[in-house]
């Protein structure tokens, strides 16, 4: 995959974790070894559930700032396919 990715995973105790890579694939396998972020090493296990495409490394760390500032009923009806 090139490019950035933000991506929001479910964790196993149902909280929500947003990130951003340039290699979803390898961040999710880091994420699922318990090698990924403090948070989510101890709310194993994760599941992808959002996934958006960012042009660049600035573009998906501002729309992952603008996602971790949104209330959880709005991040839920961006992962359902609403807007966020």
């Known amino acids: 995959m090139s490019g950035y990715v933000v991506y929001i995973l479910r964790c196993g105790d149902g909280t929500l ?3 951003c890579t340039n290699d ?3 961040r999710l396998a880091a ?3 318990g ?3 403090k948070y989510t090493r101890a709310r194993l ?3 992808l559930v959002y ?3 960012a042009a660049d490394r600035s573009q998906a760390l501002r ?3 603008a996602i971790k500032a949104l209330p ?3 991040k839920l009806a961006l992962i359902r396919g609403g807007e966020g």
Do not use: K
């Open 45 to 47: 296990p994760v599941a």
């Open 31 to 33: 994420h699922s070894a």
């Open 24 to 26: 979803l694939n390898r």
């Open 51 to 53: 996934q958006e495409p």
């Open 63 to 65: 729309r992952e700032a």
């Open 17 to 19: 974790y947003t990130g």
């Open 72 to 74: 959880r009923a709005q």
């Open 35 to 37: 090698r990924g972020a």
